[in-house]
């Protein structure tokens, strides 16, 4: 597949360039950027044809499939266009920042028959597979509750750049930027929320939130907790899963107690296999594999879960997702 790049504008984006390159069989051949400047500097590094005009490079018959990489907020355009003239689409979380926005690309997609990829990067990784396969084993009994923290220091760190405090680029800050990750893995884990309740706060005094939690509420009682931010260090990203069998502890390893061990914490044992990122399974044509999605429906699932967090940090109540 012959791959143009949209926007160098996500952090993400020479990372999916170099993944594209190194681990299949497509080709990166175009690049276009919202900035031109930056657009044409990296169009020279990877040797690939830049384009200033955007539907000028949908109408290049070579191209197959675009990275969307740009500002959130121009997602939802440049989604449509592409998948209008004939492109497959692979997209950076979110997919949109209304839900609104995320069924009409859905209604496009249906219309033109075919689906997109969204980057829901941890549901490939071996050790949140396991958590997946211990739940629908049975071997946690029922799932009462579940955690996942997942942090890093960019703002007091610096090192983000600054247009990801930018809210309206981006719809909000750690939360719906970072935390996406504890957000997808919890509805893949738990199912679909009924109800969301959030905290966020400013710890660097930036436009948007860098410190944040949402409660979440699931069907039989179950809680789950998002956790996020831009302004912690030394600490890895945890996921605990308490069942009425047995719990899992995901932090530096994987462990777990449950019937099998006797009630005593083990280090589990021969993880599934690590799927490919889905950028990767994308250029290959090997989405939903082994189960695993990451189509539009599970966008729109994101888009609903961040609309109602953020607006119940807004209203200060519990909201529905």
């Known amino acids: 597949m012959n791959i143009a790049v949209i926007s160098y504008w996500h952090v993400h984006a020479e990372g999916y360039t170099k993944e594209i390159i190194e681990k299949t069989d497509s080709r990166i051949t175009a690049v276009w950027d919202e900035d031109a400047e930056r657009g044409a500097k990296y169009a020279g590094q990877f040797q690939v044809k830049f384009y200033a005009d955007y539907d000028e490079l949908l109408s290049d018959k070579n191209i197959d499939g675009v990275i969307i990489t ?50 829901l990067v941890k549901k490939c990784d071996s050790e949140f597979l ?3 396969q211990m739940i629908q084993s049975g071997a946690l009994g029922q799932i009462t509750y579940a955690r996942m923290r997942n942090v890093h220091n960019g703002s ?72 996020t931010g ?26 777990y107690a449950a019937e099998e061990t006797g009630g005593k914490w083990e280090a589990a044992k021969n993880l599934p296999e690590a799927l490919p990122s889905p950028v990767v ?8 594999k082994q189960g695993v999605t990451f189509g539009i429906d599970d966008a729109i699932m994101l888009t609903r879960m961040m609309e109602a967090a953020y607006k119940s940090c807004v209203s200060g109540k519990k909201e529905p997702v």
């Not at 959130?72 to 355009?77: G, N």
Request: glycine share 8%; proline share 3%; net charge negative.
């Open 70 to 119: 740009a500002p959130t907020s121009m997602h939802k355009e440049l989604i449509l266009k592409a998948v209008k003239a004939g492109k497959k689409v692979f997209s950076e979380k979110v997919l949109a920042l209304t839900v609104s926005d995320c069924l009409e690309i859905k209604d496009t997609l249906v219309r033109h028959n075919t689906d997109i990829v969204l980057s």
């Open 130 to 132: 396991f958590a997946k």
């Open 156 to 227: 007091i760190g610096n090192w983000l750049p600054a247009h990801f405090y930018d809210k309206e680029q981006c719809g909000g800050g750690a939360m719906i930027d970072l935390g996406a990750h504890p957000m997808y893995l919890l509805n893949w884990l738990l199912g679909e929320p009924k109800s969301v309740q959030s905290v966020f706060t400013e710890i660097t005094g930036r436009e948007v939130e860098d410190n944040a939690v949402s409660l979440l509420e699931f069907e039989k009682g179950i809680i789950g907790v998002s956790e």
């Open 230 to 255: 831009f302004v912690s260090v030394y600490n890895p990203a945890t996921l605990e899963i308490s069942g009425t069998k047995g719990s899992i502890l995901i932090r530096d390893g994987v462990w």
């Open 281 to 288: 399974l994308w250029a290959n044509g090997e989405t939903n």
